[in-house]
């Protein structure tokens, strides 16, 4: 299978901006998505690029793709308490398979 | 709320014990998924059915078997369990043919085989 790799831990303070990081290996990748988890729930789709594009804006969150790199990061502005949570990096490969990181696990300091 | 709903939340089992987990999803998708997370490893995918066919099996060991009686529902069967099977079990459905296709998650049944 395709290989999807992200850090484990990330640490912010609430205000500052948070930047997860992630790099796949399936330069075919049509989409890729960013899930997260809140504590005892399933994954929730955040947003996704396709890969035409550089570059996404969603309200606090940015994406960007670097496809020759074949890194994807997601920035979220302004981190709050609430985005305290397991972020997912996805992409989508060869027979609408989905191949996920390990997840990174934002912690938001007050 | 998702559309996606699991249960039992939680399970307790024993390595000779026989269970079930189940799926049902309320989204109209043609296909549904199990996927296993444990601590610091990638999401894994267990098992696919589209229009109610299973297509993939990822060297899943035969102590895990699925079961797709209709699109909206999903079954996963566990039989003699090892402790390593100890991890939260999610399900997910998506609509194939749509392009931009999306998973949508369960909020997962928590195993542990003792």
């Known amino acids: 299978g395709e290989d999807v790799e992200q850090s484990l831990f990330l640490s912010v303070r609430e205000g500052d901006s948070s930047v997860i990081n992630c790099t796949y290996t399936d330069s075919s990748s049509t989409y890729l998505y960013w899930y997260k988890q809140e504590p005892g729930a399933g994954l929730q789709l955040l947003t996704y690029i396709f890969s035409n594009m550089d570059m996404k804006q969603d309200q606090r969150l940015t994406v960007l793709l670097n496809k020759k790199d074949k890194h994807l990061s997601l920035r979220i502005a302004d981190t709050q308490t609430g985005d305290s949570a397991i972020y997912f990096c996805?992409?989508?490969?060869?027979?609408?398979?989905?191949?996920f990181g390990t997840g990174t696990s934002l912690t938001v300091i007050p | 709320e998702t559309g996606v709903t699991q249960t039992p939340r939680h399970l307790v089992m024993g390595m000779t014990n026989k269970k079930s987990l189940k799926c049902e999803q309320h989204l109209g998708h043609n296909a549904m998924y199990w996927y296993k997370q444990s601590a610091k490893k990638p999401l894994e995918l267990m098992f696919v059915y589209s229009l109610e066919e299973r297509v993939e099996n990822n060297s899943v060991p035969s102590r895990f078997s699925p079961e797709c009686p209709n699109s909206s529902h999903l079954f996963l069967h566990l039989h003699t369990l090892q402790p390593e099977d100890s991890a939260l079990y999610l399900c997910?459905?998506?609509?194939?043919?749509?392009?931009?296709?999306?998973?949508?998650f369960g909020s997962g049944t928590q195993l542990s085989v003792l």
């Open positions: 996805a992409e989508r490969g060869d027979g609408n398979q989905f191949y």
């Open positions: 997910a459905s998506s609509q194939e043919g749509q392009g931009n296709e999306k998973l949508f």
